[in-house]
């Protein structure tokens, strides 16, 4: 599981950073899709990877929201991250996205606090 679960935080990183770099554009030129769904597969992708690095496989929860509530039973720390601005936990991440700009950017924000916490924990050294 260390292997799944190291593949899947070099993914989040790189779906963040992909994030990262749209913001970086005038507001004018940023792609809303980009960094939401960069945004989305950052988050699922960092839970996922917390979830085997735990010995717990996350197949069987398909929405952000079962990943997370999973992550907070094994870890209190979890709470911490605000979920409450962020619309896509209750449904499967490739059925919807988000088109504002401020919207996105509260997306990227909740996937960079997530790799924050997992950095304080430990778990990811880049």
């Given at each position: 599981?260390?292997?799944?679960a190291?593949k899947?935080?070099?993914?989040?990183?790189?779906?963040?950073?992909?994030?990262n770099?749209?913001?970086?554009?005038?507001?004018e030129?940023i792609v809303?899709y980009?960094?939401?769904?960069n945004?989305?597969?950052?988050?699922m992708?960092?839970?996922?990877?917390y979830?085997?690095k735990?010995?717990v496989?996350?197949d069987?929860?398909?929405?952000?929201?079962?990943?997370?509530?999973?992550c907070k039973?094994?870890?209190?720390?979890?709470e911490?991250?605000?979920?409450s601005?962020?619309?896509?936990?209750?449904?499967?991440?490739?059925?919807?996205?988000?088109t504002?700009?401020?919207?996105?950017?509260?997306c990227f924000?909740?996937?960079n606090n997530?790799?924050a916490?997992?950095?304080?924990?430990?778990?990811?050294?880049?």
């Amino acid at each position: 599981m260390e292997k799944e679960a190291n593949k899947l935080f070099d993914k989040a990183f790189q779906s963040l950073n992909s994030a990262n770099k749209e913001l970086y554009r005038p507001e004018e030129d940023i792609v809303p899709y980009s960094v939401c769904k960069n945004s989305q597969y950052a988050i699922m992708n960092f839970l996922k990877g917390y979830l085997y690095k735990k010995g717990v496989n996350p197949d069987s929860f398909i929405t952000i929201d079962e990943l997370f509530e999973e992550c907070k039973k094994l870890n209190k720390d979890f709470e911490k991250i605000d979920f409450s601005d962020f619309n896509c936990t209750h449904h499967a991440i490739d059925s919807g996205y988000c088109t504002e700009v401020s919207k996105v950017n509260t997306c990227f924000a909740t996937a960079n606090n997530l790799y924050a916490l997992l950095k304080k924990v430990k778990l990811i050294t880049n």
